[in-house]
T-cell receptor, first 113, second 115 residues
Framework: AQSVAQPEDQVNVAEGNPLTVKCTYS??????LFWYVQYPNRGLQFLLK??????LVKGSYGFEAEFNKSQTSFHLKKPSALVSDSALYFC???????????FGQGTELSVKP | ETGVTQTPRHLVMGMTNKKSLKCEQH?????MYWYKQSAKKPLELMFV???????ENNSVPSRFSPECPNSSHLFLHLHTLQPEDSALYLC??????????????FGPGTRLTVT
């Protein structure tokens, strides 16, 4: 069965430092991977996706994610965190059979000044 | 977020009430979705519509009844809910059908509390 794991419920980072939010996946066939962000009292916003090609994917707000097939990971990264990046981050994998998105449980990112 | 709107933003209802959630997308998309978001749990897909036709019902109890009159509007009719149904209900849309690789665009959600 397809699944996504976000091993950290919360990540704390100081402003200006690099950040990483971890995601691992399990899927049969080619993985199609997504990152979404949810700010308080808002819906999810699309950040970036990996379909094929370059393993390093660049997305919105300076975020990027690295696809690693051997480690079945798709970690979200940003070189320099901002306080405004504080939010809930969701990794998702597309089910190759039915097409629906399977979400992880989310990681709360807190960036302190 | 103006691409996908949801009303109401907050709803408190008793277990015997009947209410409806509304979603509208202004993006010209062909697929629409209902998700349930509960604290500390992954998003749960409830229903999927492609070109107004329901293509997925993810074992959702019959007290939740979706309706999709056209590609731009999606409703979720609620009746005789239980307290455990309290959650944030998110609507989303995507350009092509749910089988494509397009990203989904989400509305702000309706915070539902069942008393």
């Amino acid at each position: 069965a397809q699944s996504v794991a976000q091993p950290e419920d919360q990540v704390n980072v100081a402003e200006g430092n690099p950040l990483t939010v971890k995601c691992t996946y399990s899927v049969s066939g080619n993985p199609y991977l997504f990152w979404y962000v949810q700010y308080p009292n808002r819906g999810l916003q699309f950040l970036l996706k990996y379909i094929t090609g370059d393993n390093l994917v660049k997305g919105s707000y300076g975020f990027e994610a690295e696809f690693n097939k051997s480690q079945t990971s798709f970690h979200l990264k940003k070189p320099s965190a901002l306080v405004s990046d504080s939010a809930l981050y969701f990794c998702a994998v597309r089910d190759p059979q039915g097409g629906k998105l399977i979400f992880g449980q989310g990681t709360e990112l807190s960036v302190k000044p | 977020e103006t691409g996908v709107t949801q009303t109401p933003r907050h709803l408190v209802m008793g277990m015997t009430n009947k209410k409806s959630l509304k979603c509208e997308q202004h993006l010209g998309h062909n697929a629409m979705y209902w998700y349930k978001q509960s604290a500390k749990k992954p998003l749960e897909l409830m229903f999927v519509y492609n070109f107004k036709e329901q293509t997925e019902n993810n074992s959702v109890p019959s007290r939740f009844s979706p309706e999709c009159p056209n590609s731009s509007h999606l409703f979720l009719h609620l009746h005789t809910l239980q307290p455990e149904d309290s959650a944030l209900y998110l609507c989303a849309s995507s350009r092509m059908t749910s089988g494509s690789l397009d990203e989904q665009y989400f509305g702000p959600g309706t915070r539902l509390t069942v008393t």
